[in-house]
């Protein structure tokens, strides 16, 4: 089983439609837990923390589900621009070595229409 | 949030022949990261770069192939050795302090031909 898996998507939605994203990770001691937006040709970019309680930035809400181990997106009121391809990203604590750093799904490409 | 460059921004290499990417953050950061994305996959950690001592490679990338330095805390470099076709990816800079969430470079374009 891979550390972090996501939906294989692409998800196709028209304008205004609410999408979800869902993605679960294998290491329960996995402690930190990222959203990412990768746009076509350009380095990821940080989209939102995912809390344990929760938490929402706009049309966007990100949950964690520790005990089934996995995490969700939700976009509201899609927008063209919300185009990308977004990267769920585990990272498993601690400050030395490779315990500090991000473990990647491959992502789920989300395509907006008009 | 740091600001992370990495140079060359692309480049097309002959087989054989190696490769150093420099990455330069803005401010000082405790950890970087190399990482590798090849076409239409997810980001590959490939090691962690450590101030002031080796590099800690992921299963399946060695030193001799990605030598790896790290002089000071805001600059890392990453040279791809003896390169093949295979080698053609993505290669982001990323950089972290402690718990904080990582950033990354805009990424290095490798054709090797």
């Known amino acids: 089983r891979k550390e972090v898996e996501q939906d294989p998507g692409p998800f196709n939605v028209p304008e205004g439609a609410t999408v979800a994203f869902n993605c679960t990770y294998s290491?329960?001691?996995?402690?930190?837990f990222f959203w990412y937006r990768q746009d076509c040709r350009k380095e990821p970019k940080l989209l939102m923390s995912?809390?344990?309680s929760g938490n929402e930035d706009g049309r966007f809400t990100a949950q964690l589900n520790r005990a089934s181990q996995y995490i969700s997106l939700l976009i509201r009121d899609s927008k063209l621009s919300d185009s990308a391809t977004y990267l769920c990203?585990?990272?498993?604590?601690?400050?030395?070595?490779?315990?500090?750093?991000?473990?990647f799904g491959k992502g789920t490409k989300l395509s907006v229409k008009p | 949030s740091a600001v992370i460059s990495q140079k060359p921004s692309r480049d097309i290499c002959q087989r054989g022949t190696s490769l150093t990417i420099q990455c330069q953050v803005d401010?000082?950061?405790?950890?970087m990261f190399w990482y590798r994305q090849q076409p239409g996959q997810s980001l590959t950690l490939i090691a962690t770069?450590?101030?002031?001592?080796?590099?800690?490679?992921e299963s399946g990338f060695v030193i001799d192939k990605f030598p790896i330095s790290r002089p000071n805390l805001t600059f890392s470099t990453l040279t791809v050795s003896n390169m093949s076709p295979e080698d053609s990816s993505i290669y982001l800079c990323?950089?972290?302090?402690?718990?904080?969430?990582?950033?990354f470079g805009p990424g290095t374009r490798l054709l090797v031909l």
């Open positions: 990323s950089a972290s302090s402690g718990a904080e969430t990582q950033y």
């Open positions: 290491n329960s001691a996995s402690q930190s």
């Open positions: 995912v809390y344990s």
């Open positions: 990203a585990v990272k498993k604590g601690g400050y030395g070595g490779s315990q500090g750093n991000l473990i």
């Open positions: 401010s000082q950061v405790t950890m």
């Open positions: 770069a450590n101030q002031g001592s080796e590099a800690t490679y």
